[in-house]
């Protein structure tokens, strides 16, 4: 009786330490997930009903004054339109680049690894770096683009420094970031689109390479595409690095971006209950494009 006690009594601690054991190796991850993201997010939300100032002895809770400003606030009305602005152009330019030179690619026999890297070169490369190389590119005087424009007798434009052209240039370089990261994806989905598919869709009559397209291609990467659309949006409202080393919200805030604007009011002018306020309204963006995906988009399409 007792020999039989023995092996259930190690099977009932056997679950208890594998549990521990989950636990423990958990506890890192869940850790670092509570201290680098939970926590400063519940002190953001908390921080953004306060009036804080950066070095202030304390603060006081203000409910929404905060929000009360931002509507009255013309530089963040202004940064909240050259964002949508720049979303607006950024997303279809990538996405609809990458698909164009993911189906030359495809369509090639040579060379495949070759342009793949060099187009997914910005992607890994340092985005200071290269906004400093586009400096010097776009520079009205000295740059390549200009001198090339003024050999053929055109105009040479101030891209970073004309109200009228600085958002423009920025998402050309916007484009060219999120171009690499894109055709990747879309590479991966057109490898797995099944051959079988375009011989069939050309016995019903899909003669043409728009019909194929049309017909088999477009439909069967939908949700790569809904996944590429997603995740540009996501990057295009981040935009920073590029607005803080190139134009610094200039001229004239003609290039002022929520997150420049959240950084500026955070750590220039140190009302880190405002800038906190702006960051909400980040995350509601943000949030909100979750949902349309999620919700609205992903309703039209086709799983294989």
């Known amino acids: 009786m007792s020999d039989m006690a023995l092996p259930a009594a190690a099977g009932a601690r056997a679950p208890l330490g594998e549990a521990f054991a989950a636990w423990m190796l958990s506890a890192?991850?869940?850790?670092?997930?509570?201290?680098?993201?939970?926590?400063?997010?519940?002190?953001?939300?908390?921080?953004?009903?306060?009036?804080?100032?950066?070095?202030?002895?304390?603060?006081?809770?203000?409910?929404?004054?905060?929000?009360a400003e931002l509507l009255r606030d013309r530089a963040f009305a202004t940064s909240l339109r050259n964002t949508l602005v720049y979303v607006g152009l950024v997303t279809p330019g990538s996405i609809l680049g990458a698909l164009a030179l993911a189906l030359l690619i495809e369509a090639g026999t040579r060379g495949r690894t070759f342009f793949r890297a060099v187009f997914f070169l910005p992607v890994v490369s340092l985005t200071v770096a290269m906004a400093a190389a586009w400096q010097y590119l776009l520079h009205p005087t000295i740059g390549p683009l200009n001198a090339m424009l003024h050999s053929i007798g055109a105009g040479q434009p101030e891209w970073l420094s004309s109200s009228s052209t600085v958002m423009l240039s920025l998402s050309a370089i916007g484009i060219w970031e999120n171009l690499g990261f894109n055709l990747v994806l879309f590479l991966a989905g057109l490898t797995a689109i099944p051959r079988e598919l375009y011989s069939a869709a050309e016995v019903d009559g899909a003669r043409s390479a728009w019909e194929r397209f049309r017909l088999v291609t477009w439909p069967m990467l939908g949700p790569t595409t809904l996944f590429v659309l997603t995740i540009t949006m996501i990057r295009a409202v981040r935009v920073f690095d590029t607005v803080a080393v190139l134009t610094q919200g200039g001229p004239n805030k003609a290039s002022q971006v929520l997150l420049y604007t959240m950084y500026e009011e955070g750590f220039t002018y140190f009302r880190l209950g405002y800038s906190a306020a702006i960051t909400l309204v980040f995350l509601a963006i943000v949030l909100a494009l979750m949902w349309l995906q999620t919700k609205v988009l992903d309703k039209r399409v086709h799983y294989v």
């Open 28 to 67: 890192p991850a869940i850790l670092a997930y509570f201290l680098m993201l939970l926590l400063p997010t519940l002190a953001t939300v908390a921080l953004a009903f306060t009036d804080y100032e950066l070095g202030a002895d304390g603060l006081h809770w203000i409910g929404f004054e905060n929000f």
